[in-house]
């Protein structure tokens, strides 16, 4: 393997080492678990069963997978890169946008607190 000195990023030198690995079915099979070899072969099947144009109800029933994880794969087409739901999630995730009347409702209640078997209420003073 080349050294990572001879690269110019560490994103560079991965995508040479991976193309390295990937072609060696020996190394291949030592680093990647039973899990994560699953996990690949499902998604290239759903691949396929994107490409044979079923849906992604008849894809996740047939694969085990959720119809969440199908989407995702069919945008890794588009994008040419597959991403899971936690990475899309942590740049892509909406900000919750608060009425001022949620902000109102989360101010301090006034009263004196009263313990119910339902939760604690707020009676008048």
Do not use: C
């Not at 396929?48 to 144009?53: F, T, Y």
């Not at 119809?67 to 994008?79: G, R």
């Not at 995730?93 to 078997?117: F, I, M, N, V, W």
């Amino acid at each position: 393997m080349p050294p990572i000195e001879s690269f110019s990023s560490h994103k560079e030198w991965e995508t040479a080492y991976w193309r390295k690995i990937s072609e060696s079915k020996e190394l291949l099979q030592l680093l990647i678990t039973t899990y994560e070899r699953r996990n690949i072969v499902r998604r290239a099947a759903a691949l396929e069963g994107l490409a044979a144009g079923k849906s992604y109800r008849q894809i996740s029933r047939e694969l085990w997978l959720s119809p969440q994880t199908v989407s995702v794969i069919k945008k890794a087409i588009s994008e040419k890169n597959y991403r899971s739901y936690l990475e899309r999630s942590k740049k892509e995730r909406k900000k919750r946008k608060y009425s001022s009347d949620q902000a109102a409702a989360r101010s301090k209640p006034k009263g004196r607190p009263h313990r119910t078997k339902y939760g604690t209420i707020y009676l008048p003073y």
